[in-house]
């Protein structure tokens, strides 16, 4: 079923394609030494070369060459063993050099595709293209009243851009293909994704059609989206404007807006450029990059398991839902820590208690997988003492809490606690014999054929030993009992 939007007169069908920068890992920047770590001081990483002094001549990085191929190579796209960077001239108040290197005409890898799987099917998504360009710096307007502020840090950091075809038909499968982009960097090492410190920004072209149309109207571009969860509500706030504009029988220009997430709608930024407007050309400063057949497979050679092939693997191999895999495959810590505290145990249950009390608090301290106080190593020792009968699922709630406070090995905190389950089966059926000569009415009715109170005989053999009986033993010596 095709996603479409019910407008009065029509109903409408949307085409998105996406255009996503990506903050490459690299410790300096793209055409100079200066170091490109996040979060320094004000205009503390800046060389010559980045504030653009005469004379001054850019020398490519390259590592950032590297990522690319690397980052293309997760995309299943063709790496182009000729490349050339192009001068995009513009004017803003934080571009020192009044133009910014970038790579129009012959970029560093061409079409590749991303696989998606939304609630209406898997489908490959195109990738247009990945160039290679540099970061323009930051104006800072929040700092005084009257002045806006330059902060050149960021001026020069690699960037990847990664075009999309206009492949996309709705929010949600624009955002799962954010997603799955972001998965690939983050496994590949190319870019961490964080998309709140801007190191991956989003802009979004959206453009409507009647259902059925093949046109491709007129498009919006809304500009530099930092999550997934905007990009999703500014493609259906921005869709439904376009649709209420045509309805009426208005028209407008292709133009770049930006999202307000407060107010929830996109507002006018500025007409939208085409490539000449931009005056590109050749930099004369740069030689083209010329990359060989045997540069490109030592790279393939070394790459990582990728996203795809890790869920594939979860669900042939370990058993898990597709909806599993996709949960734990998401970024590269959790599926790391998956796979640490699911070696020799239930993989399913590793994941159970990951998806569940694991995410649960960690949402509510606000804390990442890597910031747990519990071990991947110990979680998996917790299943352990599970599956052992060691402990009963009920007391293994107890002891993760204790875990969480202390970070102590689970089997410690069960010796010190005494939480052992009882498996004494002596011991068991006097505690059962013991419930039943308190309870001859109820026995009488199990015998009549009210089987449901079995479950109550069961509750309080549990509550008279604490949690601490093996409920399944509990069950069998339960049946065996009244059966004399």
Known sequence: MTYTIKGKTNDWELVIGLEVHCQIISNSKVFSGASATFGAEQNTH????????????PVVNEKCIEQCVKTGLGLNAVINKYSRFDRKNYFYADLPQGYQISQLYHPIVGEGYIEVTTTEGTRKIGVERLHLEQ??????????????????????????????????????????YLRQLR????????????????????????????????ELRQRVEVKNVNSVRFVMQAIEIEANRQIELYEAGQTFTQETRLFDSVNLETRPMRSKENANDYRYFPDPDLLPVILTDKYIDNIRKNLPELPAAKKKRYIEDLGLTPYD???????????????????????????????????GYLNKSNKSITESP?????????????????????????????????GKEPSIIVEEKGLKQVSDTGAIETMIADILAANPDKVAEIKAGKDKLKGWFV??????????????LANQLLDKKLAE
């Open 46 to 57: 800046v060389s010559f070369v980045d504030a653009a002094f005469p004379g001054m001549l």
């Open 135 to 176: 970061d323009a710096g930051k104006s800072i307007h929040d700092m005084s009243p009257s002045k806006s502020f330059i902060d050149l840090n960021r001026a020069g950091v690699g960037l990847m851009e990664i075009v999309s075809k206009p492949d996309m038909h709705s929010p949600e499968e624009a955002g799962e």
């Open 183 to 214: 998965a690939i960097v983050r496994a590949l090492g190319t870019c961490d994704g964080n998309m709140d410190e801007g190191s991956m920004r989003c802009d979004v072209n959206i453009s409507v059609r009647p259902v059925g149309s093949t």
């Open 325 to 359: 895999a996709g949960i734990l495959i998401a970024d590269k810590e959790t599926a790391l820590y998956f796979e640490t505290a699911s070696q020799n145990q239930d993989p399913k249950k590793v994941a159970n208690w990951i998806m569940g009390d694991l995410f």
């Open 374 to 406: 519990v071990s991947a190593q110990n979680l998996g020792a917790l299943v352990g003492l599970i599956n052992d009968g060691t402990i009963s699922g009920k007391i293994a709630k107890e002891v993760f809490e204790i875990m969480i406070e202390t």
């Open 459 to 472: 509750g309080q053999i549990m509550k008279a030993s604490q949690g601490r009986v093996n409920p399944a």
